[in-house]
Nanobody, 126 residues
Framework: QVQLVESGGDSVQAGGSLRLSCAVS????????IGWFRQSPGKEREGVAA???????FVKYAFQGRFSVSRDAARNTVYLQMNNLQPEDTAMYFC????????????????????WGQGTQVTVSS
């Protein structure tokens, strides 16, 4: 049974950086994709970035230049590096697992992700 554990959320000042981690366990095969999503109160969940089983990556245009996604295969962990954080980045950040997509050309729809983490809170103050 696949499990995801996010960590790294914190409260930071505008302009600061955070690195979120998504530790994957319970999956015996190497090839899986991870998506990062975020949700603020009263807003819909939105995709942020994703990394494919072939290590292809996609970062949503609105976050390019500030956010990046990477994988440490030895640790079965995927990271979301976030730089120059702004108050509008305040949200709960979730990672999600998919064994249904391998090559990432754009942000896969939420329906392709079959396991979700519990979320980690990011709060950015001005």
């Amino acid at each position: 049974q696949v499990q995801l554990v996010e960590s790294g959320g914190d409260s930071v000042q505008a302009g600061g950086s955070l690195r979120l981690s998504c530790a994957v366990s319970g999956y015996r095969y190497r090839s899986y994709s991870i998506g990062w999503f975020r949700q603020s109160p009263g807003k819909e969940r939105e995709g942020v970035a994703a990394i494919g089983g072939d290590d292809s990556t996609f970062v949503k245009y609105a976050f390019q230049g500030r956010f990046s996604v990477s994988r440490d295969a030895a640790r079965n962990t995927v990271y979301l590096q976030m730089n120059n954080l702004q108050p509008e980045d305040t949200a709960m950040y979730f990672c999600a697992f998919s064994d249904r997509v391998n090559n990432i050309l754009n942000m896969p729809p939420t329906g392709l992700f079959n396991v979700w983490g519990q979320g980690t809170q990011v709060t950015v103050s001005s």
